[in-house]
């Protein structure tokens, strides 16, 4: 991380030397430069937002920055004129206004010309200096505002610039903005998630950073209706406590858009309108939702079943308000549908014609062939506490209980009882959605685990069933439904 209210960083080189017949040359005689003056934005403009109640929680810091430290880590990276680029990973923290980096043993020559760019990742050391990728996915609050996690999707860059008396001066210009949110939540509770939506993909995911021309251009290369901040260690204690929440996004303008926020929280769902505004490139804008919210306390309960491994298992399906309603269907690896409406049928833009057949890859597991959480359709539609089941989950709740054929409020499905209390759950037959259709729906039922298959990592493992039986089954994109545990 960074000051960002003033950010002056020397980079120093370390020492090179070369050979001209037989003597030693100093680099500067070779045209040689070693000492690189790294000046970065001035401080963060905060824009409350035009009549929005204003108070004290409004503030930040002294009212006017986000102060970042530089801290290990911290990597610049540097394009010359011609050839690969170099990483620059910090050297010494020498204050929190300026810090010592390595190149280890790059020198730079005072008649070429670079560019540079901050966070350096290792995933953009084989991007040229027209593609490098900036990616606003995954962001994850620790604690009641805090904004240490800005630092690694505040995006810097300079346009390419030629050395002057041994000496290079990149002037860093923010490439992206901040959301800084109150949020009065109404009940004591943890919370877990706050998305805001749109019926639009207005949302830039990943852009391409372009640094090799006289300005930093950004171009989208993906872009969803929503964007998803999610949160660790972050709790109230008392009814309508301010939680203050911190966004990195791109530009965007919503003023004539209509925008939805969605809270989860372990003790219920809330949903706020969000009021247009434009966020303004290398600005922080605010927002503040209070009163507006509304109370969607999920209806899903926890069953004990008295399974061995002591998992709970839902009432009801994720889109649910009954246990006999199919709710939605999830493309594996997708935390949203990829429709706005079932009845009649509306597809999102950017999905009409189906479910995404990529939605599988190996970007959306973990170490142990799991889904993250981010990208459990559980955890991120209910809350942290419920996730989707694995594969041996399934199976432990097809050997511990009996299941039933049958129909319930006219509703065929499977109720599956403990053979150990007698609790019992009901799976409807919701069939499954490929491309524009919904297929089987009342015959037969397929839902998700988190697992990869293991003979073929390219596929999921899902739990299918009809009157005849329940088995087990894979796949990847179709839509299917998702039934959450708890511990």
């Known amino acids: 991380m960074r000051n960002i209210k003033l950010l002056v960083a020397s980079i120093l080189l370390m020492s090179m030397t070369a050979c001209v017949t037989d003597k030693q040359s100093n680099l500067e005689e070779l045209g040689y430069i070693n000492t690189i003056k790294f000046v970065g934005p001035g401080e963060i403009e905060f824009e409350p937002i035009n009549g929005a109640v204003q108070t004290k929680a ?33 050297k010494t923290q ?20 670079y560019a540079a760019y901050y966070p350096f990742s290792v995933w953009n050391y084989f991007q040229n200096n027209k593609t ?30 030629t050395p002057q008396n041994n000496m290079v001066t990149f002037q860093m210009d923010r490439q992206g903005s901040i959301l800084y949110i109150d949020i009065v939540v109404p009940e004591p509770a943890t919370i877990t998630s706050l998305t805001i939506s749109c019926d639009e993909a207005i949302f830039v995911e990943k852009a391409a950073l372009d640094i090799s021309g006289n300005n930093p251009m950004v171009t989208p290369i993906e872009t969803k209706e929503s964007l998803t901040l999610r949160f660790e260690n972050t709790t109230t204690t008392e009814q309508n406590e301010t ?47 209070s009163d507006s919210f509304t109370d969607n306390t999920f209806p ?60 599988h890859n190996r970007d959306n597991i973990g170490d142990n062939a799991f889904l993250d959480a981010e990208d459990d359709a559980a955890t991120v539609n209910w809350g942290d ?51 524009t259709d919904l297929y089987f ?17 390219d596929l999921a493992c899902y739990v299918s ?9 894979n796949g990847c994109c179709d839509g299917r439904s998702v039934r959450a545990v708890t511990e």
């Not at 540097?78 to 690969?84: L, R, S």
């Not at 694995?390 to 109720?415: A, F, K, P, R």
């Not at 009809?466 to 089954?473: A, C, E, K, Q």
């Open 385 to 435: 506490t419920w996730r989707m089941p694995t594969l041996e989950e399934w199976e432990e709740l097809i050997d511990e209980c009996t299941w039933t054929w049958t129909t319930q409020n006219e509703v065929n499905g499977y109720l599956v009882t403990s053979n150990t209390n007698g609790n019992s759950i009901f799976l409807p037959a919701a069939g499954c959605r490929s491309d």
């Open 465 to 473: 069933f009809y009157s005849g039986g329940v088995y087990r089954s």
């Open 300 to 359: 899903g309960t926890a069953v004990d079943l008295g399974l061995t491994s002591g998992l709970k298992w839902a009432t009801c399906n994720i889109g649910a308000n009954a246990p006999e309603e199919y709710g939605d269907y999830f493309a594996w690896g997708e935390t949203e549908p990829y429709y706005s409406s079932q009845d009649p049928l509306v597809w999102k833009e950017g999905k009409e014609g189906g479910y995404n057949r990529d939605s």
């Open 94 to 113: 020498s204050s929190s206004t300026s810090a010592t980096f390595d190149g280890g043993g790059w020198a730079l020559r005072n008649n070429a010309s």
């Open 58 to 90: 409004t503030s930040v810091d002294d009212g006017s920055a986000l102060v970042f430290n530089w801290a290990a880590g911290d990597t610049l990276g540097i394009f010359p004129h011609e050839g690969n680029q170099v990483e620059f990973p910090i």
């Open 243 to 289: 939680v203050r929440a911190y966004m990195a996004v791109q530009p965007l303008d919503f003023s004539a858009k209509t925008l939805i926020a969605t809270l989860v929280t372990d003790a219920g769902i809330y949903t706020a309108p969000v009021v247009s505004r434009v966020v303004n490139k290398g600005k922080a804008a605010f927002l503040r939702f």
């Open 441 to 457: 729906a009342g015959s037969l039922g397929g839902y998700w685990s988190s697992s990869l298959e293991a003979d073929n990592p």
């Open 132 to 161: 490098i990728i900036m990616d606003y996915s995954g962001q994850v609050q620790n604690g009641n505002g805090s904004f240490v996690h800005l630092s690694a999707y505040d995006f810097l860059a300079s346009a390419k610039t």
